[in-house]
């Protein structure tokens, strides 16, 4: 089965506190891409990073860091210092190599941070 | 980077009515278009899948003859709702794919579509 797993649905934290969101995913494939993106209000996706299989370097960008551990066929999200303007719906997603450009959701996770 | 377009970006219409959505890329050509919907606090589900100059594949449970997909130029992708109906009320998301490089899918920033 290929499969993205979000397993939490909806958290809340207070501004400037570290949040991180899970993503769990299944896939055969050796070859795949794991990505996340943004969805605020406006409903428009925001793409914020695109992962490889081969690559398990993990990622900073500013506040955002991303831990993949292909052990544990895992790609958590972290959000340090969070801020109001981070409160979005966040997808994790995948894209197994032989399914043929087909990207699989994950059922995303609200996220509110509160002033 | 690529950019992806979507036309209208809301169309509230009656009941029985038919709506033409336009995806667009505009600064790269797109040999693949994808159609998703996303219901209120759901997830993308991809509806189908178009290639330039061919038939679209719809996903299992998709209705082709309801949902009628043209994709007859590099850059332009269109989703007619035939008949429309309130339960079709839905973000209907594009992305379209280049060609060669990494294959990477650009979202277009969707369509809110309300049938009353």
């Known amino acids: 089965a290929q499969k993205v797993t979000q397993a939490q649905t909806e958290i809340s934290v207070v501004e400037k506190e570290d949040v991180t969101l899970d993503c769990v995913y299944e896939?055969?494939?050796?070859?795949?891409?794991l990505f996340w993106y943004k969805q605020p209000p406006s409903g428009e996706l925001v793409f914020l990073i695109r992962?490889?299989?081969?690559?398990?370097q993990n990622e900073i960008s500013g506040r955002y860091s991303w831990n993949f551990q292909k052990s544990t066929s895992s790609f958590n999200f972290t959000i340090t210092a969070s801020q109001v303007v981070d409160s979005a719906v966040y997808f994790c997603?995948?894209?197994?190599?032989?399914?043929?450009?087909?990207?699989?959701f994950g059922s995303g996770t609200r996220l509110s941070i509160r002033p | 980077g690529a950019v992806v377009s979507q036309h209208p970006s809301w169309v509230i219409c009656k009941s029985g009515t038919s709506v033409k959505i336009e995806c667009r890329s505009l600064?790269?050509?797109?040999?693949?278009m994808f159609w998703y919907r996303q219901f209120p606090k759901q997830s993308l589900m991809l509806m189908a899948t178009?290639?330039?100059?061919?038939?679209?594949?719809?996903e299992q449970g998709v209705e082709k003859d309801k949902f009628l997909i043209n994709h007859a130029s590099l850059t332009l992708s269109t989703l007619t709702v035939t008949s429309a109906h309130p339960e079709d009320s839905s973000f209907y998301i594009c992305?379209?794919?280049?060609?060669?490089?990494?294959?990477?899918?650009?979202f277009g920033p969707g369509t809110r579509l309300t049938v009353l």
């Open positions: 992305s379209a794919r280049g060609q060669g490089g990494l294959n990477e899918q650009f």
């Open positions: 896939t055969r494939d050796t070859t795949y891409y």
């Open positions: 992962r490889n299989s081969f690559d398990e």
């Open positions: 997603a995948l894209w197994p190599h032989s399914s043929a450009s087909k990207i699989i």
């Open positions: 600064d790269f050509q797109a040999t693949t």
């Open positions: 178009s290639n330039e100059g061919s038939k679209a594949t719809y």
